[in-house]
């Protein structure tokens, strides 16, 4: 098993661009999430899925769009990328079956994105 | 005031030593408490749950005092690879949405 994949890996992108991160997992988790990381910030949720088709707001959502057209994919947006949005963006899921890994969030291995 | 505190540190100790890092958090509905252990450049992952209780994973054991809405963690016998960011997380509502403190850091050295 792969687990939480992310791609790409690194990004640079010029102020007004637009991308797309994709997140996908291979566990069947219904729950999947967005987070930046900024230095001497805790990780802040961005946007969250509790299944597929269905997306909602976290603690920073302004300047991002996200869709979950299947289970396994969760697609993150920047439609005019704003130096503000340089950070590391991780993706996480989880399930919500009661097991032993009930509570736990699996990360992927982040993406670096850079906007001039 | 941040919802999730910890002081950054770097906590700087030989092998061997005990450590402890603590942690506040203000929202005093919150159910469930964890570490997490973050690497130089990647991703998070789960130490350990925190239950109210207290608990201990091998060297590591955490504890919570939801009076005082405060988590320790006490790392005993460092290890080099013990190196690294642990990140005190709350859950801060429905859907196990995380709160996640900065981070405090160790190094350990030989």
């Known amino acids: 098993n792969a687990g939480v994949t992310q791609t790409p890996k690194f990004r640079v992108l010029k102020t007004g661009q637009s991308m797309t991160l994709l997140c996908a997992q291979d566990m069947n988790h219904e729950y999947m999430y967005w987070y930046r990381q900024d230095p001497g910030m805790g990780l802040r949720l961005i946007h969250y899925s509790v299944g597929e088709g269905t997306t909602a707001k976290g603690e920073v959502p302004d300047g991002y769009n996200v869709s979950r057209l299947k289970k396994q994919n969760f697609l993150l947006g920047l439609e005019s990328a704003a130096p503000s949005q340089t950070s590391v963006y991780f993706c996480a899921s989880r399930t919500p079956r009661r097991g032993s890994s009930y509570n736990e969030q699996f990360f992927g291995p982040g993406t670096r994105l850079t906007v001039l | 005031r941040k919802e999730v505190e910890q002081d950054p540190g770097p906590f700087n100790v030989p092998e061997g030593a005990t450590v402890a890092f603590n942690c506040t958090y203000s929202n005093s509905a919150s159910q469930s408490f964890f570490w997490y252990r973050q690497d130089c450049r990647k991703e998070p992952k789960l130490l350990m749950s925190v239950y109210s209780s207290g608990n201990e994973d091998g060297r590591f054991t955490a504890q919570l005092n939801r009076a005082s809405q405060y988590i320790s963690l006490l790392i005993r016998d460092s290890k080099l690879s013990d190196s690294a960011t642990y990140l005190c997380?709350?859950?801060?509502?429905?859907?196990?949405?995380?709160?996640f403190g900065a981070g405090t850091r160790l190094a350990v050295h030989p």
């Open positions: 997380v709350v859950n801060g509502g429905g859907y196990n949405k995380l709160i």
